[in-house]
């Protein structure tokens, strides 16, 4: 009877621990299902297929920034510098397009060069923030900070502070906009679906009730998700990346060649935020040197929300994807209660601070488990 009496409080124990655990781990999908429930209950007009196709596309700018700075944080660094890659990947994309279909090219073509020559500026800031870091040693705070300011003044210098808008060819901006607001297929009231574009001649009470139900940047996003989750979790690169962020001497001493690994994670990083760049004047058909600027301090925060290690070694693409629609629902569901704009930002910054304690119980309880 006392073994007994013994056995059953360390099991009462262990359930409690591994509920405490269950909760730390899975509390940003917990965190995002609750609003969810309070927002729909809460927000006329919050619960509709319309308002969560709003949802995930106003999303897809955070979370493609928060991809590649998910790479960056895994490695203890951080890229201050995305968000003004991001402008100047929209402006550089809408400048060459511009030009090109001017010059009499064919839309098609022009989008692809477009596209191509602003992934490629994209990749500049990256190169010299990798180089700068692992090279020469400049911690990542200090040299991304240097680069926010150099891609900040680029982008301006070449549009003179000016978004490229009205210079557009309305040929090209309809297509643009075929894209960046078109969906796969559309949920037609009491009419079933319809694929590629709305039908024409619809009633307007009918077109009010349209829902989007595969945006393409949504379908864009989710691809880049993807890949990106699967070279990070599945490839030798990724475990590397995750060992980098680790322990550095241990890396070295493992036979990886630490310096070229954290060229190539700065790279990536740009390569993100010259996509999100490039999805944003599909979207608002517009070059705009300041697009990503406001979204830069949300997709850090979404890395940490996502559960990634601010300290290196630790971390999930997945993770942020979550963080950037928490940080969706949240102002979309704030906006819906009439709050102040203010207000989002408090919300945000409290959700952090949460999610960095969050991720330090989870090692304290490792802790525990270890010394059990």
Known sequence: MAEKAKIQPRQNRLSRTTLVEFVAQSWSYLFLLAMVIFFSVTGTGFFTVNNFANIFVTSTLVAL???????????????????????????????????????????APAMLLGTVAALLVALI???????????????PFIATLGMFGIVRGAAFLLTD???????????????????GSGSLVYLIPGQGVAWFARPEGLEP?????????????????????????????????????????????????????????????????AFTA?????????????????????????????????????????????????????????QTGLVILNVDA?????????????AVLVNQAQAALERLKTNA
């Not at 960056?72 to 090109?100: E, F, K, N, P, Y």
């Not at 690169?237 to 890396?251: E, I, K, L, M, S």
């Not at 203010?342 to 949460?354: D, K, P």
């Open 205 to 269: 009470a009918v077109i009010r009730g349209v829902a989007p139900l595969l945006p393409y940047p949504v379908i864009i996003t989710a691809v880049i998700v993807v890949i990106f989750a699967f070279i990070l979790g599945r490839t030798k690169f990724g475990r590397h990346t995750y060992v980098v962020g680790g322990n550095q001497d241990a890396a070295v001493r493992a036979g990886i060649n630490v310096k070229n690994h954290l060229v190539w994670v700065y790279v990536l990083s």
């Open 161 to 179: 502070g000016q978004q490229v808008v009205g210079q557009l060819p309305d040929n090209l901006r309809e297509v643009l906009r075929a894209i």
């Open 274 to 330: 010259g996509i999100a760049g490039v999805l944003y004047l599909f979207r608002f058909t517009s070059g705009a040197p300041q697009a990503g600027e406001a979204a830069l301090l949300q997709s850090v925060a979404a890395v940490v929300i996502g559960g990634t290690n601010l300290f290196g070694g630790e971390g999930k693409i997945s993770g942020a994807v979550i963080g950037a629609l928490i940080i969706g629902v949240l």
């Open 65 to 107: 920034m928060a991809i590649g700075q998910t790479y960056v944080v895994i490695t203890a660094g951080i890229d201050l510098s995305i968000g003004w890659t991001v402008g100047l990947a929209s402006v550089i994309a809408a400048r060459t397009m511009r030009d090109l279909v001017n010059g009499g090219m064919e839309i």
């Open 125 to 139: 800031p990256g190169i010299i923030n990798g180089i700068l870091i692992g090279r020469v040693k400049i911690p």
């Open 342 to 354: 203010v207000w989002q930002f408090i919300v945000v910054g409290v959700v952090i601070i949460v």
